[in-house]
């Protein structure tokens, strides 16, 4: 009898044992095809393409070749250059045609009468270039704006995805949802009522209290303060902003392979908070200071 019964057990399991491969040839708990299968069921996204912002010249916008001067005096609001056609300040990329060096930083406008060559050099944008002062040098000014470019995404997310496809199914669990007490029932269909009163009472309170008009905010929130290419001089400046009362940002940014920095405060959430920055801004020296959208 015992060699009868160990006969049966051993037919079950083998049973179960080919039951268990089916069509794919092997054992499920051990994944057999199942990662060719979800791999080329996967799909795929190597085309799919996402969008980054960048700095791009625009001379359309703004562009100039002069002789830029740079005084010899210190200045502040970081890297800047100053031209007598200048509508509003843009953000610009100055170039020193005779060394090819090249420099992030503002562009404002330069009063005509001011004797001299037509830029004027900040003293942080002669230090970029390796100008020296009083001594002329040609310089050529390009606008900035930022635009939208497509990249093509990284492997890693392609890798991502074979690893997500490798991993077997999990098993289906099944939920049934539990017949609640009827105890429960009563408290749960007084509570419902209770707090439909409250929301209608809520709801007239509401309708009888009159709606304050937000106020706008404005376009430019962000006041910038200057355009940096040592990353100590915005960090210095940032702190001066902080001791007159206000909040300041100090943002890493790169353009063409140059790192800058740019110090704003803000953001403000209305025009006549907006003025009150600029002029605390131009009472600490930073005349030169613009409202910028961010």
Not at 42 to 62: I, T
Not at 138 to 157: F, G, H, K, M, Y
Not at 231 to 247: C, H, K, S
Request: hydrophobic content about 40%.
């Amino acid at each position: 009898m015992r060699h009868g019964w160990t006969g049966r057990v051993a037919l079950l399991g083998a049973a179960l044992v080919l039951g268990g491969c089916g069509e794919t040839g092997g054992l499920p708990f051990l994944g057999g095809e199942r990662t060719a299968e979800a791999e080329a069921e996967a799909p795929s996204e190597a085309g799919s393409v996402r969008l980054v912002e960048r700095d791009v010249e625009a001379p359309e916008v703004f562009q100039v070749a002069a002789s830029g001067l740079w005084d010899g005096r210190p200045s502040l609001g970081g890297v800047w250059v100053a031209h007598p056609d200048v509508e509003e300040p843009e953000r610009v990329i100055i170039r020193d045609t005779g060394s090819e060096k090249f420099v992030i930083g503002a562009l404002f406008r330069r009063e005509r009468e001011v004797p001299g060559p037509p830029l004027q050099v900040s003293s942080d944008a002669a230090e970029a270039l390796g100008l020296l002062a009083g001594q002329p040098r040609e310089l050529e000014v390009t606008a900035l704006r930022r635009e939208e470019v497509s990249e093509a995404p990284e492997d890693d997310a392609a890798e991502d995805q074979a690893t997500e496809a490798a991993l077997p199914e999990a098993a289906e669990v099944s939920a049934a949802p539990l017949e609640p007490v009827a105890a429960a029932e009563e408290a749960l269909e007084a509570g419902d009522d209770a707090a439909a009163g409250d929301d209608t009472a809520s709801a007239d309170d509401t309708a009888a209290e009159p709606a304050t008009p937000p106020r706008s905010a404005p376009e430019r929130p962000y006041v910038q303060i200057g355009i940096f290419s040592v990353e100590q001089n915005a960090r210095n400046t940032a702190t001066a902003m902080r001791q007159a009362g206000m909040v300041p940002t100090v943002r890493k940014q790169e353009t063409q392979g140059k790192t800058f920095w740019r110090v704003l405060v803000g953001p403000a959430p209305n025009r006549r908070d907006l003025e009150a920055l600029l002029d605390t801004a131009r009472e600490q020296g930073f005349a030169d200071a613009y409202a910028v959208r961010d």
